[in-house]
């Protein structure tokens, strides 16, 4: 159709658009830099907060959920970022996403989701690893891929590549192939099928060690 389309940011908090792209000002895989009167700040933990005339007095007759979000006259907005030497501003996930593991390194399961999710192999995936040395993916294949030989080949494949563009702390130990789908049903899913990383956690976490200590990189349920 010709259309040009520029990526922002902004909230129903905030009343308005933070950042934004515009032409002659773009950079791919951002959005935007931050708009006039708008003051924005990265906390030590990567949240993005700001503050603007727009922000919201509140919560309505939410007391406690409005002084968790507006702290000092800023605005937490809940999502990760970063801004790169040319002030645009990059969302890299949610800060309640974000887990611990055991060497006391935070880790932002998003964007690693996002470069396995890339493989033609995986239909769903989830990477886990609060307490764990490092993480773990656990994936859900795609339609027709059940050969497992085929598939720990392409998936220790995998594993190898994406490692060597990640932190060492980011580095997925071991790659979990999920038996059953994750479904709305079975309560994994969200209604627009996002997945429930608290469900995740509840109905797979006891096996989380005993999958880390497996001999095995690529692991079937």
């Known amino acids: 159709l010709g259309l040009k389309l520029y990526e922002a940011y902004g909230m129903s908090e905030n009343?308005?658009?933070?950042h934004a792209n515009f032409p002659?000002?773009?950079k791919f895989g951002t959005v935007g830099k931050v708009m006039p009167d708008t003051e924005v700040k990265i906390t030590e933990k990567g949240e993005i907060i700001m503050k603007?005339?727009?922000v919201m007095n509140g919560y309505y007759k939410e007391k406690k959920l409005t002084q968790d979000t507006i702290k000092d006259g800023f605005l937490y907005t809940g999502d990760k970022g970063l801004i790169d030497e040319d002030g645009f501003l990059?969302?890299?996930g949610r800060i309640k996403d974000i887990f611990k593991t055991s060497k006391g390194k935070y880790?932002?399961?998003n964007p690693i989701e996002m470069k396995l999710s890339k493989s033609n192999i995986i239909e769903q995936v989830c990477v886990v690893g609060e307490n764990l040395s490092q993480p773990i993916a656990l994936v859900i294949l795609s339609e027709g891929k059940k050969i497992a030989n085929e598939v720990k080949t392409k998936f220790n494949s995998l594993m190898d590549s994406i490692n060597d563009t990640?932190?060492?702390?980011?580095?997925i130990k071991k790659i979990?192939?999920?038996k059953d789908n994750w479904s709305i049903e079975n309560n994994i899913l969200t209604p627009t099928l996002k997945i429930k990383r608290d469900s995740i956690e509840k109905k797979y976490n006891e096996f989380y060690d005993y999958?880390?200590?497996?001999?095995e990189k690529v692991i079937f349920q």
Do not use: F
């Open 15 to 18: 009343s308005a658009c933070s």
């Open 24 to 26: 002659g000002n773009i």
């Open 52 to 54: 603007n005339d727009c």
């Open 90 to 92: 990059k969302i890299t």
């Open 107 to 109: 880790v932002a399961p």
């Open 166 to 171: 990640l932190e060492n702390h980011e580095r």
């Open 176 to 178: 979990i192939i999920m």
């Open 211 to 215: 999958w880390y200590s497996s001999e």
